[in-house]
């Protein structure tokens, strides 16, 4: 008798089916279009940090991601991307960018203060977004 008794539980979770993505979701919602729209704005290349133009006090915030970055990816590089808006005036979309370019040239150089050599760590510029922003990238 005693027997009989252990067996029951055993034989009635031996009968269910095991967990399957339904049973947690059964309706599993898809992507918000606000995260749609963010990776396609970045075409896929997430930032790992954004820095807005006369931002004083970045180092210790940059510091902290990138030790997260080569924590996971030790032989990481670095690109400092600066970016503007489109205007559709050649002339004022340069002295924009050219506007970026010492603070990018300082965030590059903190990078490399962190420790990261600095033929792993590239710059550049270019027109895009909608909003002036200095943009870190791992590679």
């Known amino acids: 008798m005693r027997r009989a008794l252990f067996l ?6 031996a009968s269910c089916a095991p967990l ?3 049973t947690f979701a059964p309706n599993p ?22 820095i807005l133009p006369d931002t004083r006090d970045f180092q210790a915030p940059l510091k902290s991601a990138v030790k997260q970055a080569l924590a996971i990816k ?19 979309d340069a002295k924009t960018l050219a506007g970026l370019a010492p603070q990018a040239k300082a965030i590059a150089k903190s990078i ?7 033929t792993r760590v590239s710059s550049g510029a270019k027109t895009a977004g909608l909003d002036a922003v200095i943009l870190v990238y791992v590679k």
Do not use: C, Y
């Not at 898809?30 to 930032?47: E, L, M, V, W, Y």
């Not at 490399?112 to 600095?118: K, L, Y």
């Open 8 to 13: 029951l539980p055993a034989l009635a979770l």
């Open 29 to 50: 919602v898809g992507a918000d279009t606000q995260s749609i729209a963010a990776a396609d704005a970045f075409k896929n290349r997430i930032p790992l940090v954004s």
């Open 20 to 22: 399957g993505r339904q």
């Open 112 to 118: 490399i203060a962190d420790g990261v050599p600095a």
């Open 74 to 92: 030790p032989d990481a590089s670095f690109e400092v991307m600066a970016e503007a808006p489109a205007t559709g005036n050649p002339d004022a």
